[in-house]
């Protein structure tokens, strides 16, 4: 009853969908991934390039992923395949800051709520670098913050995560498009526990992932 429509085009190949949602704010379709439950939910040929359980921020426009995120399996361990609420549905609230993610299961369901929270980049040099550079945080070891410098050889969408010594992620410094150049960036590890972090700078084709100590 809504008239004749016909397949035009299409982007990431093998990603095995669950829901999507658009976020108004950032203008990204948000599209969410498989479960990690792969006995009853195989993945599919090309899905090896996508996380599980993730909800993948699509440009449509350039058909690329321009940001994520993850739902936070851990915090409902469960025994056997079934590890847990399976993520299902997204939605974003009017300012498009906060998102509602809801999980299903038999035996345990959940909505966990991500935050976007503002960045504080700044420049820190006004020369165009000819690679990218993940500098050594100072001071290290710190307490209880701690200044990143970083460098991109051409603009692109850059992230700069921190993580906990189990791969959780505990610090989102950077999450926007960013112009070639030299940035600085300060983590505020006021509300961390002392113990070894590392943090990795995404951009473009590269990664570079370094070691920092909190020390309290």
Avoid: C
Avoid at 20 to 43: C, E, Q, R
Wanted: aromatic share 14%.
């Amino acid at each position: 009853t809504l008239g004749t429509y016909t397949v035009t085009d299409s982007f990431a190949t093998g990603f095995q969908a669950e829901s999507f949602a658009w976020n108004k704010k950032d203008g990204h379709l948000y599209i969410s991934s498989f479960p990690v439950d792969t006995v009853n939910y195989p993945a599919q040929p090309g899905a090896k390039d996508w996380k599980a359980e993730t909800w993948y921020a699509f440009d449509v426009a350039t058909k690329t992923a321009k940001d994520s995120l993850t739902w936070n399996r851990a915090a409902y361990p469960y025994p056997g395949v079934d590890l847990g609420p399976r993520p299902r549905a997204i939605g974003f609230s009017p300012s498009g800051d906060t998102a509602y993610v809801a999980g299903y299961n038999y035996a345990k369901a959940a909505i966990q709520m991500f935050r976007r929270v503002p960045t504080g980049v700044e420049p820190a040099g006004n020369e165009v670098p000819d690679s990218y550079v993940l500098s050594q945080n100072y001071p290290n070891p710190f307490n209880p913050s701690t200044e990143i410098q970083f460098a991109l050889p051409k603009a692109g969408f850059t992230t700069l995560k921190v993580f906990d010594v189990m791969g959780r992620e505990v610090a989102t410094l950077v999450n926007e498009e960013l112009a070639p150049g030299s940035f600085k960036v300060r983590l505020d590890g006021s509300k961390l526990s002392s113990g070894t972090y590392i943090y990795t700078l995404v951009s473009g084709n590269s990664r570079i992932t370094k070691k920092m100590m909190l020390l309290k």
